[in-house]
């Protein structure tokens, strides 16, 4: 469903992405690590239209990116996406967070989209916390709120910015579970990560990036037991010491 | 010894309900504005930013009694018929606050971070939603103590209008002087009235700065 051709992105003189290619089939999960600055949200950015790229093409469904006439705000609707810092509206209750989008975008009545969001409450498994404000919530409760937010609109992949690197260790396994639960349920999944546990357990591609280009990609045992170039095997090192 | 205050309460309390009209336009057309001109001052469309960083910069560089004149004396040669005074006064009251409540809104969008907008955009929301329920009741909150301060500056001014001849509570009391006589009495109970109001309303955006320092809900 996500088509990414020879894609190369520079801010100003610094070259952020350097002809990545890539194919998200519906139903995979992609996970994509690397060192930071390494070009793994910018190239999540790309695919959301949140950033313009130069050279080459993204295809989501088939529909250009880059094509003027390619109504942007349409297309992101597809996509869910998560942030490290939540991101939550401060000024909205969760409940107002998960049916902002839903009541202006889908122009659906409150009570319907109230009760889909208590739905995606129970999902993340914060039911109570409907009418508290995201400042009242542990990180960990407020990333699945983030994480309901984004199902509220009935995406058809998820996108996941480093989602628990912001987090204190004993909230990180909360969130984790969500989206091992959201994975299982067959969702297209594109995660920017270094919870190397969770990758193993549900990638079915993992993809290392290292100064804006793909430098290793192999299904997930593969990646682990056999890295191929010293850069992995040395990234490696550090994150499973 | 308020007793040409007393003589005339009527009259001047009048004048001073105009004051009140024109504060209420000027505010609700000037905190508008200035959203829209916050706005535009972190657009990264040239051809929005440009004229309207031109407009602010222009307007916060001159007096407000310039405006006040220029709308007045000018604007009638463009339109070919008189001005109303309040008309011309809530006109130039809303273009020259704006400028004002648009800085204190673009410092307000500027404690947004980027992703927050970004998340909103991921959802489908459009620039325009985007604008309406987030970015503008987000800047709004935050900047609430600043926004009440220029409300009240906005509230003194209104007394610059006599200048083109409205008749509020300033214009009342140099009429109701020339007849009457009794200058001290009758300033010292404009400047009570304007004292009372401004202070309140500089305690209620202490209570809200106050407020906001300890929830750190925003």
Redesign the interface.
């Known amino acids: 469903m996500i088509e990414i051709k020879k894609v190369s992105k520079w801010f100003g003189d610094f070259q952020v992405l350097a002809d990545v290619d890539e194919v998200v089939q519906r139903g995979q999960k992609v996970v994509i690590c690397g060192p930071s600055g390494s070009g793994k949200s910018t190239l999540l950015r790309c695919i959301n239209g949140l950033e313009p790229y130069q050279r080459g093409e993204i295809l989501v469904d088939g529909v250009s990116l880059s094509d003027p006439k390619t109504n942007l705000y349409k297309l992101r609707e597809k996509i869910g996406m998560v942030f490290q810092r939540f991101e939550l509206y401060p000024h909205l209750t969760v409940m107002r967070n998960i049916t902002l989008a839903p009541m202006k975008v889908r122009k659906q009545s409150r009570p319907a989209a109230e009760k889909k969001a208590m739905a995606l409450l129970e999902r993340v498994g914060i039911p109570d916390k409907a009418a508290a404000y995201p400042a009242n919530l542990s990180g960990g409760q407020q990333q699945r709120v983030a994480i309901a937010r984004a199902l509220a609109m009935e995406p058809d992949c998820m996108m996941f910015d480093e989602p628990t690197s912001a987090l204190d260790p004993e909230m990180i396994q909360e969130v984790l579970e969500v989206m091992i639960g959201l994975a299982k349920d067959g969702m297209t999944m594109l995660v920017v990560t270094h919870e190397m546990g969770f990758a193993r357990e549900v990638a079915d591609e993992i993809i290392f990036m290292d100064a804006g280009r793909i430098v290793e990609r192999g299904s997930g045992d593969e990646f682990f037991k056999h890295p191929k170039s010293q850069r992995t095997k040395d990234f490696l090192g550090q994150i499973l010491k | 010894m308020f007793d040409a205050v007393f003589t005339n309460l009527p009259y001047l309390l009048g004048g001073f309900l105009t004051n009140v009209q024109l504060a209420a336009f000027a505010l609700a057309g000037g905190l508008f504005l200035g959203a829209l001109v916050g706005l535009g001052r972190i657009s990264k469309r040239p051809w929005v930013y440009h004229p309207v960083t031109v407009y602010v910069n222009f307007l916060r560089n001159i007096p407000l009694i310039l405006v006040i004149f220029w709308v007045y004396f000018v604007m009638p040669i463009f339109t070919g018929r008189s001005m109303d005074p309040f008309i011309s006064a809530a006109v130039s009251f809303v273009v020259f606050e704006a400028t004002y409540f648009g800085e204190i809104f673009r410092a307000g969008f500027q404690t947004i ?1 980027r ?2 907008v ?9 620039y325009r ?1 985007t604008a309406t ?2 970015l503008v ?2 800047a709004f ?1 935050r900047m609430l103590p600043s926004l009440i301060t220029q409300s009240i500056i906005t509230f003194q001014d209104t007394s610059l209008a006599y200048v083109i001849g409205l008749q509020e509570m300033v214009r009342r009391t140099t009429i109701v002087d020339s007849i009457e006589v009794r200058s001290i009495q009758l300033y010292s109970f404009v400047a009570i009235l304007f004292f009372v109001i401004c202070f309140i309303g500089s305690r209620i955006s202490l209570h809200y700065e106050e407020k906001s320092r300890k ?4």
């Open positions: 971070s992703d927050l970004s998340a909103a955009y991921s959802t489908g929301l459009t939603q329920y987030i009741p987000i909150r929830a750190k809900v925003l």
